[in-house]
């Protein structure tokens, strides 16, 4: 189970006698009805949960203005609440983020034909979080040309990896606030995912940043790949609504 205390609880099976468990994205694919508060309440998570690709996705290829790449990305989710959105998904396909890449194209060609006219913004207020921008406004740079579709699906998907990193990385601090166990979090993180590019801190230089031993410092590492590892699967399997799909994640 997520530790993410605003995550609805996983219910059963969404298929009797399926091996594969039921996921956000897969009771989100068989929910017949729209108006359902589990399709909706799965569906807003999923959506603030992995905006900012969308979001950097939009400013690389529509509106370098933050603002404005903010209301895109607001009427962009919108329409996952709308009635019949999610009728043009194939199933057979079932991974969110290919869903998310393809509707996303769609979304901002039909707003490039309809760019005369007046930009929608969600009408009941912003159904999306944005807290999770941070500094990315100010560290973040518009191409000074155009990106081809391979150039704009390559960068979408190193923005997505990134998202699921920082999702589970969220989730493993979570966990070990509860199970008194940060130190080793921040540790892992420190020197698996944290640091700049070229400057991993050894694990002795650790030891002495964090008060332990080698020893400990070893532990805490073994003990992080097997959590970050588990919590990771967690995430993978939410966006995905069969084995195959997962693997191929």
Known sequence: MSSDPNRPPTPPNTHPGSPFPSTCWSVILSCQNPESSQL????????????????????????????????????????????????????????????????????????????????????????LSMEALGGLDSSFDIPDRSLSESESEALFLADWKKCVVHNVLKNMRQNGIQSEKSPQVELFARYRIEHDSGNKPARPQLAEEFGMTLAQVNYAMKWGQQEFIRLLKEELRDQVSTEDDFHAE
């Open 40 to 127: 909706r309440g799965r569906l807003e998570d999923l959506c603030n949960r992995y905006w900012p690709p969308v979001y950097l996705y939009i400013r690389r290829n529509w509106h370098p203005d933050p603002e404005d790449a903010k209301d895109f990305c607001q009427a962009y989710f919108l329409q996952f609440l709308e009635k019949d959105f999610l009728d043009s998904v194939d199933i057979s396909k079932g991974r969110f983020r290919s869903f998310i890449c393809a509707s996303l194209r769609n979304f901002l060609s039909k707003r490039k034909r309809d760019a005369g006219r007046q930009k929608r913004r969600p009408v009941q207020g912003p159904i």
